[in-house]
């Protein structure tokens, strides 16, 4: 033990550094909400499935009868809390369980900062990825993310070591880790497209057919992994779908492409326009079921189509920035008890200089607070593409540097546009911090440069 404490103790560290401040969040929240608030949103819809999986032996989300199958939600997170629920006999113990788990994404991200960055500047990106509020806030909600990360991060961690040691097992193990990840949150299910991209890259400086054996090797690791789901969603829904959520997904694509073309109104409600399409009575039979999931797709795909230019266009100017600026912070502070008093961050900017100062010393503290940590993306993603730029210009062939940018593209795309950004933005914070303080350390080096030949 003592061993593994000495060749461990960073990461040892950082998980308790991560652990200590959910706990202090979860408790906060506690204090303040009860212990309901951990249950809100996602979480009920999860609740549903694991006392249906238990009550029921079905995976069905609704809380009463009839209790029908669906494939809306990926199976691994509701066992995990029907299994929780089955050795505490109540769904309490996975709020803390779950925020343990997530804690280890911190070590994690370290690690995976090791094999491409400095220590130190792996070691400052974990801590800035473990104490990131949004991340803090989250650990404890009954959500898919508790355990997504970790173990996305753990694939992460072992293509790594593939791209950097060329370990072929390590790739297996990625490909093996990416499956699991994608039965959490369906979300990943196409990364495995980017792992491929970089094998072919990799290896083909080798042998012109090996690249080909070693993807379908892990494509075929990929698939096997995934195959009993897909199995079950044809035999019990009939139909191949890996999960009905990609249909309301798509269809807010839609629904946001419509607002950016004027066609629809600003106070009109995404899930009664889905109600419209599909004929449903209700949300969950709207968004929920196999064939109101495939109408909602298809009339997703159909509009779309239609406006292709606008539609990237809108990703690209509205949707891309958004993504990487936005965050709920305010979301945070209203649920910790402090008002922001309906303040905008954006309201700073319409100031003049001259009424700034006093605009914002006459401000809560509160108030202050939230215009401190709204500036907190602006100047993460500033320093990131500047860590970008300057890696490539050291070495543009660097694999794991374009690893991580098309890591966070692929979710900044697939993603820009959802219901809930901060919690989508979570898949890519460790490159977004990994790649921020390299960022930092160049401009703080050419600064030390421009002093001294000035001196």
């Not at 200590?20 to 819809?45: A, Y």
């Not at 792992?195 to 892990?218: A, D, M, Q, Y």
Request: aromatic letters at 18%; charged letters at 15%; glycine letters at 4%.
């Amino acid at each position: 033990m003592r061993q593994f404490y000495k060749n461990h103790k960073k990461e040892i560290f950082l998980f308790i550094l991560a652990f200590s401040f959910e706990l202090l969040i979860i408790f906060s929240l506690i204090r303040i909400n009860g212990i309901e608030i951990f249950f809100r949103g996602d979480g009920r819809d999860y609740q549903n499935l694991a006392n249906n999986i238990i009550q029921h032996q079905m995976l069905a989300i609704t809380a009463q009868p009839p209790f029908l199958p669906t494939s809306f939600r990926p199976p691994i997170y509701p066992f995990w809390l029907a299994m929780v629920y089955l050795i505490f006999k109540s769904f309490v113990p996975a709020i803390f369980i779950g925020a343990a788990v997530f804690a280890l994404s911190t070590p994690l991200a370290f690690l995976i900062g090791k094999q491409i960055f400095s220590e130190k500047n792996a070691m400052i990106g974990a801590i800035i990825f473990g104490l990131e509020p949004w991340a803090l806030f989250q650990s404890g909600f009954i959500a898919a993310e508790q355990i997504f990360m970790p173990v996305f991060l753990l694939c992460i961690y072992f293509f790594c070591l593939y791209l950097k040691h060329g370990r072929t097992p390590c790739l297996y193990w990625a490909s093996f880790l990416l499956a699991i990840t994608a039965l959490i949150r369906p979300i990943s299910l196409f990364f495995i497209l980017i792992l491929i991209f970089f094998v072919f890259i990799f290896e083909f400086k080798g042998s012109f057919l090996r690249p080909f054996k070693i993807s379908v090797l892990t494509f075929l690791i990929f698939i096997m992994v995934l195959s009993p789901w897909f199995v079950r969603n044809k035999l019990i829904l009939n139909s191949w779908q890996f999960s009905s959520a990609s249909g309301i997904s798509i269809f807010n694509d839609y629904f946001m492409l419509g607002r950016y073309l004027g066609e629809i109104g600003p106070r009109e409600d995404l899930y009664e326009r889905a109600k419209q399409v599909t004929g449903a009575d209700n949300d969950i039979n709207a968004i929920t079921t196999v064939e109101n999931s495939k109408k909602l797709h298809d009339f997703a795909v159909k509009n779309i189509i239609l406006h292709p230019y606008s539609f990237l266009k809108m990703q690209i100017i509205k949707g891309l920035p958004m993504f990487l600026v936005k965050n709920s912070y305010g979301n945070i502070l209203f649920d910790l008890g402090l008002s922001s008093n309906g303040l905008k961050p954006s309201e700073i900017f319409n100031k003049n200089l001259t009424n700034l100062w006093p605009f914002i010393k006459n401000l809560p503290l509160s108030s202050n607070i939230l215009i401190f940590i709204s500036l907190f993306w602006p100047i993460i993603i500033s320093l990131s593409i500047f860590g970008i730029y300057e890696q490539i210009k050291i070495n543009r062939r660097n694999l794991p540097i374009w690893f991580l940018i098309f890591w966070i593209l692929y979710f900044t795309f697939l993603t820009a546009l959802g219901r809930d950004i901060s919690r989508y933005k979570l898949t890519i914070n460790a490159p977004l911090f990994m790649l921020a303080v390299a960022g930092f350390y160049e401009i703080k080096k050419r600064f030390l440069t421009f002093s001294y030949k000035n001196d």
